[in-house]
């Protein structure tokens, strides 16, 4: 577990701008269970290469003409109850922090493991999400 302080900043990067944090399995099941539209579920970390152009791209990606109904996020090394909870929804893919799934009526139909964020701009990430969001949402 990291300090509250180390992360607050970080979890409020994304909270700032309209995010959901989820903090327990039930709020992830009471989500991800049903007909709840499309849900955009971020898996934000510490880490500083990945995470650091994950959440800059992620927010660029709400520029967008359609968008997610719901915005939410886990914290990877924080909120672990959530964390765990989220990623089996996101089977078949292996545990990646940070990493975005989109969910459309419970169902994953979209997928940004960590080696897709490792090494790319945030508008690469941008756009990735952009183009998800107008088949999906």
């Known amino acids: 577990m990291y300090p509250p302080e180390l992360v607050q900043p970080m979890k409020e990067d994304l909270t700032s701008v309209g995010f959901e944090e989820l903090s327990n399995a039930d709020a992830v099941d009471a989500l991800l269970n049903g007909e709840n539209g499309s849900v955009l579920v971020v898996v934000n970390s510490v880490c500083g290469c990945a995470a650091g152009n994950l959440r800059p791209g992620v927010k660029m990606s ?19 109850e959530a964390t765990q909870q989220a990623r089996k929804y996101m089977l078949p893919y292996p545990p990646s922090s940070p990493s975005i799934g989109l969910f459309k009526d419970g169902k994953l139909v979209h997928f940004i493991e960590r080696h897709h964020i490792e090494g790319r701009s945030p508008e690469m990430i941008a756009d990735n999400l952009k183009m998800a969001y107008d088949e999906f949402c």
């Open 62 to 80: 709400l520029d967008n003409a359609k968008l997610p109904s719901k915005l939410t996020t886990v914290f990877a090394g924080v909120d672990a």
